[in-house]
């Protein structure tokens, strides 16, 4: 993403990503399914459950149609499975990074 343009930072779980405190601040997340501890599924529950509606782009190896089903259906801006085309993730973060708050 940063050869993309992209100011990036990184964390090594959702809780990391929660407790820093810049959830308000971020244009959009690049979140897997599988995490070590909370899942990217239950940081996107938790997300929205505090009105924090930042754009979520999920890439995960668990791409089933029931995970896929439940991240769109709350809201996701994209799903990409691993492995997936570079160009792919860029075209969902410029989406993502377009949309605003649902109403």
């Known amino acids: 993403m940063e050869s993309a343009g992209y100011a990036v930072e990184s964390f090594d779980s959702a ?13 959009c997340l690049i979140v897997d399914i599988q995490l070590p501890g909370i899942t990217g599924l239950e940081l996107q529950a938790r ?10 782009v999920f890439v995960t190896a668990q791409g089933t ?17 691993k492995p997936f085309r570079r160009d792919d993730l ?8 377009r949309r605003q708050a649902p109403l």
């Open 65 to 81: 149609q029931a995970n896929r089903e439940k991240a769109m259906s709350r809201g996701a801006t994209g799903f990409l499975s």
């Open 47 to 56: 997300l929205a459950g505090a009105d924090n509606w930042v754009p979520i």
């Open 15 to 27: 809780e990391e990503f929660l407790a820093s405190g810049i959830g308000q601040k971020a244009a």
């Open 90 to 97: 860029v075209r969902l973060v410029e989406a993502a990074t």
